[in-house]
C-alpha cells in the first residue's frame, strides 16, 4: 500500500513538473503536455485499476467548490449519488457528449452533502478554449452569486453581479493555470 502511495505522489509530481516547465513553450508546449499528461494519468489509472472516465478535479473557493469532470456522469459520482437536483446519473451516462452537446455543460447548486460548500460543475468535454467557456462560467457563477445572497435581487443587484464576475474571474484565472483552457 505504501508503495502505491509513493507511486501515486511521483505521478502528482511528474505532472506539476510537465506543468511547470512546457507552461512557457506556447500553444506547441500546451499540446504537448495535455498529452503527457493524459498518458501518464491513464498508464497510472490503469495500473492502480481506477476507472479513467473518474478524472475529476476540485479546487475549493471561500464560499463554494469548483468540480471539473471530463463529462456529466462525473459529478454523479464525485458525489456518490445516482440522482442530483432532478438530474440521473443513468441519463448522464448514456447521452452521447460532443463539444456541441452534453447533458450538463454546467450546474450551480447546493452539494447533496449537507457539510460541503455549494458547487459549481464544469464539463470539459463542452469547453471549448474559446469566449463560450467564459460566458458559460460566467452563466454558472451567476446562479452561484444568486444562491449565495438567498435570491435576493430586488435589494442586492449590484453586489449579486460583481460577486459572480469575481467568482467566474477566479475560476476561469484557476482553469487557464491547470491549462483546461
Known amino acids: 500500500m505504501v508503495f502505491y502511495l509513493i507511486l501515486i505522489l511521483l505521478v502528482n509530481v511528474l505532472v506539476?513538473?510537465?506543468?511547470?516547465?512546457?507552461?512557457?513553450?506556447?500553444?506547441?508546449?500546451?499540446?504537448?503536455?495535455?498529452?503527457?499528461?493524459?498518458?501518464?494519468?491513464?498508464?497510472s489509472g490503469l495500473f492502480f485499476n481506477f476507472k479513467i472516465n473518474k478524472m475529476?478535479?476540485?479546487?475549493?473557493?471561500?464560499?463554494?467548490?469548483?468540480?471539473?469532470?471530463?463529462?456529466?456522469?462525473?459529478l454523479f459520482y464525485w458525489f456518490g449519488v445516482d440522482n442530483l437536483h432532478g438530474l440521473t446519473k443513468k441519463e448522464a451516462e448514456e447521452y452521447l457528449e460532443t463539444k456541441d452537446d452534453a447533458y450538463i455543460w454546467g450546474l450551480a447548486n447546493y452539494s447533496p452533502s449537507k457539510d460541503d460548500l455549494p458547487f459549481i460543475f464544469l464539463n470539459r468535454t463542452r469547453l471549448k478554449g474559446d469566449y463560450?467557456?467564459?460566458?458559460g462560467i460566467m452563466h454558472e457563477t451567476m446562479h452561484l452569486s444568486l444562491l449565495l445572497n438567498d435570491w435576493n435581487i430586488e435589494w442586492k443587484e449590484e453586489e449579486i453581479?460583481?460577486?459572480?464576475?469575481?467568482?467566474?474571474?477566479?475560476?476561469?484565472?484557476?482553469?487557464?493555470?491547470r491549462f483546461f483552457l
Open 56 to 74: 475529476i478535479t476540485k479546487k475549493l473557493f471561500p464560499n463554494f467548490q469548483l468540480i471539473v469532470g471530463e463529462k456529466s456522469a462525473d
Open 132 to 135: 463560450t467557456d467564459v460566458t
Open 161 to 177: 453581479v460583481s460577486q459572480a464576475e469575481t467568482m467566474a474571474n477566479d475560476i476561469v484565472k484557476y482553469l487557464k493555470s
Open 16 to 43: 506539476d513538473t510537465l506543468r511547470d516547465n512546457i507552461k512557457s513553450c506556447g500553444e506547441i508546449g500546451k499540446r504537448l503536455r495535455k498529452k503527457i499528461i493524459v498518458q501518464v494519468r491513464i498508464l
